[in-house]
C-alpha cells in the first residue's frame, strides 16, 4: 500500500531541490575530431540539497519534504559524503584525455549558475567545459516496504565548447534501483560513517560515466 501523501511529499522535495533539463545530444564526429589535444576544465557547484524520505515525514506533506531536506543534508555533512558529480567530472576527464589526448585543467571558482554564460565564465582558461550537474540525489522507503529503501541519483553532463559558447554534447543519466530484495534498512544505510549510502552513491556515478563516455561522448 502506498503512503496517501507520498505523491504531493516527492513532488514538493523535487521542487525544492530544483529542476534542471536536459537533452539527449550525442556529440557528432565533427565536434569529436575538434577535441583532439584541446583542454577541458570542469565546473564545480556547491553541494546541492540531499533528500531523505522517510516514511514519518511523507506524513507532513510541504513541511516533511522541508524535514527531509534538512535531514538529508545533515547526513551529508556528519558523513563527509561528497556530491558525485565531483567524481563523474574527473572521470570523464580522464577518459577524455585517454581518448582525445585533451588536456584537463583544473578549476577553482565555484559555479554558482547553470546558464550557458554563467558556467563559461566560472571556468576560464580552457578549450572546453565539462560541466556536471547533480539534479538529484536521495533516498526514499519501498511504497510497499516501508522500512527498506533505494538510494536515487541523477546527473546532467554538458561538454560546452567555451569559444563558441555552444553545448557539443548533453547527456542525462539516472539511477533508480526498482526491486527491494536486499535493500538496506536506515541504520544499515547510515552505519559506519554512511558507508553503504556512500557505496550506492559511486556505484550510481561509476554507471553514469560509462553511459555519457559510451553513448554521449564516445571515448
Known amino acids: ?3 496517501p501523501r507520498l ?20 556529440l557528432t564526429a565533427d565536434s569529436s575530431t575538434k577535441l583532439q589535444s584541446r583542454s577541458v576544465v570542469s565546473s564545480k557547484y556547491a553541494t546541492p540539497d540531499f533528500t531523505a524520505m522517510t516514511a514519518g515525514k511523507a ?16 547526513i551529508v555533512r556528519d558523513n563527509a559524503i561528497d556530491d558525485p558529480a ?17 588536456t584537463a585543467i ?10 550557458l ?10 578549450d572546453y567545459v565539462l560541466d556536471v550537474q547533480t539534479t538529484n540525489w ?18 546532467r553532463v554538458r561538454l560546452i565548447d567555451a569559444a563558441t559558447k555552444t553545448v557539443v554534447a548533453e547527456a542525462g543519466c539516472r539511477s533508480v534501483p526498482s526491486d527491494d530484495k536486499n535493500a538496506p534498512t536506515y541504520d544499515e544505510l547510515l552505519a559506519d560513517k554512511a558507508a553503504l ?9 561509476a554507471e553514469c560515466v560509462d553511459q555519457v563516455a559510451r553513448d554521449t561522448l564516445k571515448v
Not at 17 to 23: A, M, Y
Not at 62 to 71: C, D, N, P, Q
Not at 138 to 155: C, E, G, I
Request: proline share 4%; net charge positive; with cysteine.
Open 86 to 102: 565531483l567524481s563523474i567530472a574527473a572521470d570523464l576527464q580522464t577518459r577524455l584525455g585517454t581518448a582525445k589526448g585533451m
Open 59 to 74: 506524513a507532513f506533506a510541504i513541511l516533511g519534504a522541508v524535514a527531509m531536506i534538512a535531514e538529508g543534508n545533515a
Open 106 to 115: 583544473t578549476g577553482s571558482a565555484i559555479t554558482s549558475k547553470n546558464d
Open 1 to 3: 500500500m502506498q503512503h
Open 138 to 155: 536521495s533516498f526514499l522507503y519501498f511504497p510497499t516496504n516501508w522500512t527498506h529503501y533505494r538510494v536515487m541519483y541523477s546527473a
Open 7 to 26: 505523491t504531493l511529499t516527492l513532488a514538493a522535495a523535487f521542487a525544492l531541490t530544483g529542476c534542471v533539463s536536459v537533452n539527449q545530444a550525442p
Open 117 to 126: 554564460p554563467s558556467v563559461i565564465a566560472s571556468n576560464p582558461g580552457a
Open 197 to 205: 549510502l556512500k557505496s550506492h552513491l559511486a556505484k550510481a556515478a
